[in-house]
Every structure is written in structure tokens, then in C-alpha cells.
């Protein structure tokens, strides 16, 4: 089982950068699929990002595309999501997630409790 904590939420201007961490505790860190959702006000949970065991194979939503980066550390039991060029429409309560390919919500075995961001325009 894994317990996944978010951190680096937090308050920033539109065109601006901003770094979630995912750190992960229990067994088998390395053998899940990572990845991060996000849910805005008044909408359903939403798919961002994923990526593999290896780190390889990363996939983004057409909405960040291009914008965000996932990166995963199996030696220190975290996975990243590097945010570029926030808009507000990014505004959201962002989840780290850990399950099965191809990680749709179907297939997510643990969530993380979230951690705000908001974009200001």
C-alpha cells in the first residue's frame, strides 16, 4: 500500500511557474503509475498527467500540453509536476495518484489529499 502527500501548491500570477511534489511511503513505489489530476470549482476531477515505472512514456492532457512536465525519483520515492505558463484556467485542487495503466480514474489505487492552486489573472 502507499500513502502520497502533495506539497507546492500555492498562489501565483498567471504566466508564472509552480512545482508540485509527490512524496510516497509503503512498499512498491517503483511498480506503480504515476500521475496527477486536478479538479477545478464546480467541475469533475480531471486527468493532467502520467508516466510509467521507468519514467518513461509521459502523457499530458491537451490542455497542459506543452506546459507541464512530470518527472518521477523511484530512489526518493517522489514524483514532480513542473507547471509553465499557468493560466487561470489552471486553477485547481491538484492529486497525485498511483495505480495501473493506462490510469484512468478506473485505475488509480491511491489518491493524494490535494494541495491548492490558484492562478491569478
Known amino acids: 500500500q502507499l500513502r502520497l502527500v502533495e506539497s507546492g501548491g500555492g498562489l501565483v500570477q498567471a504566466g508564472g511557474s509552480l512545482r508540485l511534489s509527490c512524496a510516497a511511503s509503503?512498499?512498491?513505489?517503483?511498480?506503480?503509475?504515476m500521475g496527477w489530476f486536478r479538479q477545478a470549482p464546480g467541475k469533475e476531477r480531471e486527468f493532467v498527467a502520467r508516466?510509467?515505472?521507468?519514467?518513461?512514456?509521459?502523457s499530458y492532457a491537451n490542455s497542459v500540453k506543452g506546459r507541464f512536465t512530470i518527472s518521477r525519483d523511484n530512489a526518493k520515492n517522489t514524483v514532480d509536476l513542473q507547471m509553465s505558463s499557468l493560466k487561470f484556467e489552471d486553477t485547481a485542487v491538484y492529486y497525485c495518484?498511483?495505480?495501473?495503466?493506462?490510469?484512468?480514474?478506473?485505475?488509480?489505487?491511491?489518491w493524494g489529499q490535494g494541495t491548492q492552486v490558484t492562478v491569478s489573472s
Open positions: 495518484a498511483a495505480g495501473r495503466w493506462p490510469l484512468e480514474r478506473s485505475d488509480i489505487d491511491y
Open positions: 508516466i510509467t515505472w521507468s519514467g518513461g512514456s509521459p
Open positions: 509503503g512498499r512498491s513505489f517503483s511498480n506503480y503509475i
